[in-house]
RNA sequence: GCCCUCGUAGCUCAGGGGAUAGAGCGCUUGCCUCCGGAGCAAGAAGUCGUAGGUUCGAAUCCUACCGAGGGCGCCA
């Protein structure tokens, strides 16, 4: 706890009906109050239903006695509803104590309950020498977020990118560019629309086939993989090389996103590489590792395959090299044991869900993972083209991440110049991208994790409906508000009775800490996509029934603090997913 | 064969023990044209995959089944 925190309304109705129930039944005080809220009331508390049964007693009774246990000097109204709810009232004056609070606070009275928190976040991953493509869109959308959530809810968060950065393919691709020195693929050396990723992308190709087709180049290009797994100055030289060039393609679809990844988060596979030996040599010590045709496996106790035999992680494989099983126990290892994680989150495909459960039944087999250490993989469905089959482009390819990116920001660019003709070409294009990129991660957080979703442009760009772009404009809108009121410093004053719809709005916005909380639990963005939409609707309500500028003191000022309260929530909800909220669109 | 995830309005999706199941898009009918129309109000639209069970109460938890997708040793 610190001295930003604003304890939500909810808590403290909380509060009171557990001290009601303590003060009416002291051997249910550890009950659940259950607080919500309510249709009928500001909140509902459903004790009396869920706690009837145990104190032998009828609902509407105990919700009679809870009623005269409250202490009515927080509280407005009480009343009995239905088989024995709590309609609770609150006043007006702690209403507006709550908007003036969070108001006053640059956290708006958020708490960090993720505090001290050593949390790794491993997430991106995309390959080396290879283009980002759709698949990666997810993976990196989410883990941003993730990592912007956490951390303002107080966490250590240590991103990881686990680049593919290791494997016999580098060998192929350092010999190919080495028998074609004049071949261009730095990044200073192309033309505009042209990446280095996309150069060694084609490269790779181009050495791939030349293996298949010629064995004299395919014995040269064994040579150097052996070459530089035995750390051959020259060849290592030249790996280091295409890395720093990938990594340097890679930031730019970083920048461009938002993403907060940098270079110090990079941490890939040949990272581990020179921990793999005595990974699996720990492993051996503790006696699960099994030799099977030649290779090391673990057997997993817990699943079985076809013909009902155990599932194995392989260690190593029949020819000597070691696969991503290996590494990813060298990585859990080294996140436990040397970075000191407290929780570790896999931002991973869904698919890979039986390949990380047997990862950490290894590890909590090997001793390695703990009681004390949360180890999760965070699973997210497919995005979806639209036959609703995974999303490739006409031709049946894989989708680059820069076009998907062009296109979303290219459609975000006619609607906002249909909808505000007056922008410079300049402003157009800042603007354009902000809601093109923001469109899409809005598309992506908004829908359920685990699900998979249908990537359609059109809809996501849309100023109408549960969109990104919905959300900057009512932002843009608010903030517009604030700059013709000509919006000091407002304060409120807590005398005036609510409207219904001030009431409601300023309810939703003493939510948002909850809401940003249950993010860090459950790991679920689109429960704050959620959230910000239902508060720009319940703005929208508000602005439709209650006059702003034109409304006398001290009402005119109230509502400027609910304008500027709600257009600060839904700036700092977008900053924590990732989406820009520009002051105008 | 086994395991995992998902089946909610015409479409896209929320809701994951509590009051009449919600939103967006689309559709119908009115209203306003007011601080940048992010309009507003009303309406039509649902056997919450099916069948059992647990519970005072189930879209929500459990079991079985049906349907869709995914996964199950030397790719990562």
């Excluded at 051997?27 to 659940?32: G, H, I, P, Y």
């Excluded at 990666?136 to 991103?159: K, Q």
């Excluded at 720093?244 to 890679?250: I, L, Q």
């Excluded at 991503?324 to 996140?335: E, F, G, M, S």
Aim: with cysteine; charged share 25%.
């Amino acid at each position: 706890m610190s001295d930003h925190d604003v304890l939500p309304l909810l808590d403290q109705t909380s509060a009171a009906v557990s001290d009601a129930i303590r003060r009416a039944r002291p051997e249910l005080a550890e009950a659940d109050p259950v607080v919500r809220r309510s249709e009928h009331a500001d909140f509902q508390a459903n004790a009396a239903l869920a706690l009837a049964k145990r104190a032998s007693i009828k609902p509407a009774d105990l919700a009679a006695e809870l009623v005269a246990a409250l202490d009515s000097d927080y509280l407005e109204a009480v009343e009995v509803s239905g088989p024995g709810f709590l309609n609770i009232k609150l006043p007006d004056r702690v209403v507006w104590g709550q908007v003036a609070a969070r108001l006053a606070d640059s956290r708006l009275g958020v708490a960090s309950p993720q505090s001290g928190c050593r949390t790794v976040v491993d997430y991106s991953a995309p390959n080396i020498a290879k283009e980002m493509h759709v698949g990666h869109l997810r993976t990196t959308i989410i883990g941003d977020s993730l990592v912007r959530v956490l951390g303002f809810l107080g966490a250590e968060v240590i991103r990881q990118n686990h680049l593919g950065d290791w494997g016999t393919q580098f060998g192929m691709l350092i010999q190919y560019l080495d028998e074609h020195p004049e071949t261009a693929w730095h990044h200073d050396e192309l033309a505009g629309d042209t990446s280095t990723v996309s150069a060694l992308d084609t490269l790779y190709r181009e050495a791939r086939a030349k293996f298949d087709n010629d064995t004299g180049f395919a014995d040269r290009a064994r040579a150097r993989v052996v070459a530089l797994q035995g750390g051959d100055p020259e060849t290592l030289a030249k790996w280091k090389d295409i890395v720093a060039e990938s990594e340097f393609a890679f930031r730019e679809i970083y920048d461009r996103l938002g993403v907060q990844l940098t270079a110090e988060d990079s941490v890939g596979e040949s990272f581990y590489n020179p921990m793999l030996a005595d990974t699996i040599a720990e492993l051996e010590d503790t006696g699960i590792v099994v030799e099977s045709d030649d290779a090391l496996v673990i057997y997993s106790q817990e699943v079985t395959g076809p013909d009902d035999q155990p599932v194995p992680l392989m260690l190593r494989k029949r020819d000597g090299g070691f696969g991503y099983d290996t590494t990813d126990l060298a990585t859990i290892r080294y996140r436990i044991r040397d970075v000191k994680a407290d929780r570790m989150l896999y931002v991973v495909d869904s698919r890979q869900a039986l390949h990380f459960r047997l990862i950490f039944e290894a590890a909590r087999r090997a001793g390695w993972l703990t009681d004390e250490v949360e180890a999760t993989h965070v699973p997210f469905g497919t995005v979806l083209g639209p036959d609703g089959k995974p999303f490739k482009t006409r031709a049946g390819g894989t989708v680059r991440l820069t076009d998907l990116l062009d296109d979303a920001v290219a459609r975000a660019r006619a609607i906002v110049a249909e909808k505000n003709p007056g922008f410079s070409a300049d402003l157009l294009d800042q603007i354009a991208e902000q809601a093109g990129i923001g469109a899409v991660k809005y598309a992506d957080l908004s829908n359920s994790r685990v699900k998979d979703y249908t990537f359609d442009v059109d809809r996501m760009v849309a100023f109408v409906g549960d969109t990104g772009v919905y959300l900057q404009y009512a932002h843009a809108r608010i903030r517009s508000i604030l700059r013709k009121a000509g919006d000091t410093d407002a304060r409120i004053d807590p005398t005036p009775p609510l409207e219904p719809a001030e009431r409601t709005l300023a309810l939703e916005l003493d939510a948002y800490g909850a809401v940003l909380t249950d993010v860090g639990v459950t790991l679920e963005p689109h429960k704050l996509c959620g959230y910000l939409f239902g508060l720009a609707r319940a703005f929208t309500g508000f602005y439709e029934a209650c006059p702003v500028i034109q409304a006398e003191e001290p009402t005119r000022s109230n509502r400027l603090a609910l304008c500027r309260l709600t257009a600060n929530t839904l700036s700092h909800g977008l900053d924590v997913l990732g989406i820009a909220a520009p002051e105008r669109m």
